[in-house]
């Protein structure tokens, strides 16, 4: 006997999932080529957070650990690029640190992308301590000796000879921590060892992916700011009206999710509508 | 644009197209990507760990400063003055400075004093230690400086959620049911965000209340009990849904990046010329496929 020929929806339901990677891949490229100039409107995190970098008092000093690697340079090369750019306006001193081995480098490369704008000098106004083992270790090592802790910078200078580490010994010679993060050690740890215990303001720019996780310290005051994922580096640059890499990129950002939001109400329309008509057939 | 820029930028997009052959199918092509970013990501992770790690904080203060120490003659002197010190905390290290003599103040002097860089040869033995696994008969030997790092680590992560993270969210949850001033706004300007407004604290005390509730297994969830347990499920659902979206954010935000790196003027003939060849590749394999089932039929 011949195999009954499946219905169209019920082929559609198992539809070849490269037909929708390609769907998606469709979708993502063409606002890359032909932008639609969606609006991106600024929350409150993210206002916050540039908030509690304008209100750093001129001269003091902020430490910046850049916890994060190639895997989330989408999300957070954005992010960092324009908080440098945002700080180097500022007075301030910017010290940078990484408890990732690949932190360094992806410091390095957004600096090399504000380098130019500012005036700043390496190693009076900014330094690249460069990565360090120890993950909550070298949090809570901080407190106690920074200078012992990172003994020499990113290009093994020590940090004795460097002007923007004068006077700088612990966390108390620290204005505020701004954690870029990826995952583990990131914002978490960072809250978790340092913020109670040395009471240190904190505000930290996450992949999107750890955001739900650090809503509720924003919501507790235990972080002042907070910036999740690309739309979040986004809302950043414009709210800085340095508009860069983050808004161009939103507008594949909202299609590529109207996309899978479409899938998503497919694929439970057409699992319903294939049950209800094979309940029906049966009963018949 | 220089060559090593060139040669970088066909890598980068050979590579980034190899893993996404994946999604077509299982290759070689994406096997070899894969096995090269894994070779690639242990290597450099070793050479950082040496000149970032080992080089500064242990090897240059050993040779460097322990290695004076020994030519000026102090080294026992200086060793038992800083073990001795490392034994106490910082008021008693304080008050014990306090009682040294002059001369033992002045071998002792912060400046001069390298014999805080002795106490560096614990933990390089320790490090030594681990290299034991290597040995059968000695491996034992490791879980010496293993149960420093899960002694140390446990310790710390136990207080840091304790401090850091339990108790500060326990006090972030001690609210008022209702906002103070959200109903006040709500009447003066009323409006969708006014609203949920007041609606935010008694959200999140409910929420809270019945998915502990939910994680209570105690007591059988059945008639009220079971009733504020499902509540829990419900707002344990909104926060998974919120994760995955998420998750989707990011993941949808990474191939942004790739695309737009591979539309890059000094990147798209490269990815072009690539394209077609993997594309070439795919279909010469899918003949040969046809071609082999066809002869073994």
């Keep these: 006997m011949a195999k009954p020929t499946a219905r169209w929806t019920e082929r559609l339901e198992h539809l070849d999932r490269r037909i929708i990677f390609l769907v998606v891949a469709v979708g993502i490229l063409v606002p890359l080529v032909a932008p639609l100039g969606l609006p991106v409107t600024v929350t409150e995190p993210v206002q916050a957070f540039r908030d509690q970098i304008d209100g750093l008092p001129p001269g003091s000093a902020v430490l910046v650990s850049a916890d994060w690697d190639p895997g989330s340079r989408a999300e957070l090369l954005p992010a960092t690029v324009a908080l440098f750019h945002h700080l180097f306006q500022r007075d301030v001193r910017v010290l940078i640190i990484s408890l990732w081995p690949a932190g360094p480098r992806m410091v390095e490369q957004a600096l090399a992308e504000v380098r130019g704008a500012h005036t700043k000098t390496y190693g009076k106004d900014y330094v690249n301590l460069g990565f360090k083992e120890g993950a909550e270790v070298v949090m809570v090592s901080l407190g106690d000796n920074l200078p012992a802790t990172f003994p020499a910078d990113y290009y093994g200078t020590p940090v004795s000879t460097l002007p923007v580490l004068r006077g700088i010994k612990s966390y108390k010679d620290i204005a505020m921590v701004i954690t870029l993060s990826a995952g583990y050690p990131g914002t978490k740890e960072w809250v978790q060892q340092v913020q109670d215990r040395y009471n240190m303001p904190m505000i930290s720019a996450c992949a999107g992916v750890s955001a739900p996780e650090y809503y509720p310290y924003y919501q507790a005051g235990q972080l002042k700011g907070l910036i999740g994922g690309l739309k979040a580096s986004a809302e950043y640059e414009t709210v800085l009206e340095r508009k860069g890499f983050a808004v161009a990129a939103m507008d594949a950002q909202a299609l590529g999710h109207y996309i899978i939001i479409g899938f998503i109400i497919l694929g439970n329309a057409l699992y319903l509508i294939n049950k209800w008509t094979n309940l029906g057939a049966r009963k018949e | ?297």
């Design chain 2, 1 to 297: 644009m220089d060559w090593s820029m060139t040669v970088g930028n066909v890598l980068a997009v050979f590579l980034t197209l190899a893993i996404f052959s994946f999604l077509y199918r299982d290759n070689p092509i994406y096997k070899t990507a894969e096995h090269f970013f894994v070779g690639l990501a242990a290597g450099y992770f070793i050479v950082i760990q040496y000149h970032t790690v080992f080089l500064p904080n242990l090897w240059q203060p050993l040779t460097h400063d322990v290695a004076a120490l020994f030519r000026s003659g102090q080294a026992a002197q200086q060793l038992a003055g800083s073990l001795a010190l490392m034994q106490l905390g910082a008021a008693a290290q304080h008050g014990l400075w306090q009682a040294f003599s002059p001369d033992i103040k002045g071998i002792l002097d912060p400046v001069t004093f390298h014999g805080w860089r002795l106490a560096l040869i614990v933990p390089l033995a320790m490090g030594l230690l681990m290299f034991t696994q290597l040995m059968k008969k000695y491996a034992w030997l490791s879980r010496w400086p293993m149960a420093v790092v899960i002694g140390s680590f446990s310790g710390l992560a136990l207080l840091g959620n304790a401090q850091g993270d339990l108790l500060p969210q326990i006090k972030a949850n001690l609210i008022p049911f209702i906002k103070p001033g959200s109903w006040t706004a709500f009447w003066a300007d009323p409006g969708l965000f006014t609203f949920l407004d007041v609606l935010w604290n008694p959200v999140l005390i409910i929420g809270v209340i019945s998915v502990l509730i939910y994680f209570f297994f105690s007591v059988e969830h059945k008639g009220a009990i079971g009733g504020v347990a499902a509540v829990g499920i419900g707002f344990l659902m909104i926060s998974f849904g919120a994760a995955y979206g998420n998750t989707v954010m990011t993941r949808i935000s990474l191939l942004i990046e790739r695309f737009d790196f591979l539309l890059k003027p000094a990147t798209r003939y490269i990815t072009l010329v690539t394209l077609l060849l993997l594309l070439a590749y795919f279909i010469i394999t899918a003949f040969k496929d046809k071609h082999k089932a066809r002869i073994e039929r």
